[in-house]
């Protein structure tokens, strides 16, 4: 027969748990439960042919550091559709931001950056800084050093109304070299079996708005790059007064260099406090 002292010591014990239970997933997920972070909040958006993932090396350092981080899911479907779907998780954390966007996550975060007072800088890794009325494909071709339409896979795809479209991926087996060589080959292998494709419409579409324009912006740029030359990221950093860090990497610098990334975004938090 169990006592009501044992009862009650067992209520207790389960509250407490409750409680400590709690705290831990406040602590997980200081961007959603904290008035006021210590830190500024880091918002992650991946590019084309990742996903949130992709960032995770990146996370694990911030969250060392102490800094809250939000890895949001990109659609992928064009700038303002998405800066759209971004300004929706924006919305949702409060206190200051720090936008990061990997590839084309970077004309992502240039239209959802504007006009935020909350969003204090910019950070561009290996991406694209797009001026208002310009596309991604425009930028990628400006210079030459590409090698990206080689490696595409085109699908076709149809919305419920009957609107057809064209999705992009690279193909599996031209994936790690075109997008991850500095990434071990297994690890790259599952990067390609999870890659979301980007619409083409997305990368034909046109930049309405730069918040780089008024906040201050870093840049990551990959010498090793095939799919954003390195001639294109420097122009485009050099054009936006971006503090810049060259980073001996391929397109996924991200997932091959998570400390330098990570480094790069403290600093760009430092210097906005």
């Given amino acids: 027969m169990v006592s009501i002292k044992g009862v009650r010591s067992r209520r207790l014990t389960s509250g407490a748990l409750s409680v400590l239970a709690i705290g831990l997933?406040?602590?997980?997920?200081?961007?959603?439960?904290?008035?006021?972070?210590?830190?500024?909040?880091?918002?992650?958006?991946?590019?084309?042919?990742?996903?949130?993932?992709?960032?995770?090396?990146?996370?694990?350092?911030?969250?060392?550091?102490?800094?809250?981080?939000?890895?949001?899911?990109?659609?992928?479907?064009?700038?303002?559709?998405?800066?759209?779907?971004?300004?929706?998780?924006?919305?949702?954390?409060?206190?200051?931001?720090?936008?990061?966007?990997?590839?084309?996550?970077?004309?992502v975060i240039t239209v959802a950056g504007a006009n935020d007072p909350q969003v204090k800088a910019l950070v561009y890794v290996a991406a694209f800084l797009p001026a208002p009325g310009e596309t991604a494909l425009e930028l990628t071709n400006k210079f030459p050093g590409s090698t990206l339409p080689d490696a595409l896979d085109p699908a076709t795809f149809t919305l419920p109304g009957g609107t057809t479209g064209t999705d992009l991926y690279i193909k599996p087996g031209k994936f790690h070299h075109q997008f991850a060589a500095d990434v071990p080959a297994r690890a790259a292998a599952l990067m390609a079996a999870t890659q979301r494709p980007i619409a083409q419409s997305a990368l034909e579409e046109k930049t309405e708005v730069a918040a780089w324009q008024d906040k201050p912006s870093w840049a990551v740029i990959t010498t090793q790059d095939l799919n954003i030359p390195v001639a294109v990221q420097r122009y485009m950093a050099k054009r936006a007064h971006a503090h810049s860090v060259e980073v001996r990497a391929s397109h996924s610098v991200a997932v091959s260099q998570p400390k330098t990334v990570a480094g790069v975004i403290e600093r760009a938090a430092r210097a906005t406090r």
């Fill in 25 to 107: 997933l406040a602590t997980a997920t200081p961007a959603f439960g904290a008035d006021k972070p210590a830190k500024p909040t880091i918002v992650l958006e991946h590019g084309a042919f990742a996903d949130a993932s992709s960032w995770n090396g990146v996370i694990e350092e911030l969250r060392a550091d102490g800094y809250p981080v939000v890895a949001a899911a990109n659609p992928l479907r064009g700038p303002a559709n998405d800066a759209a779907a971004l300004r929706s998780v924006l919305d949702h954390v409060k206190g200051p931001k720090i936008l990061v966007g990997h590839s084309y996550g970077g004309s």
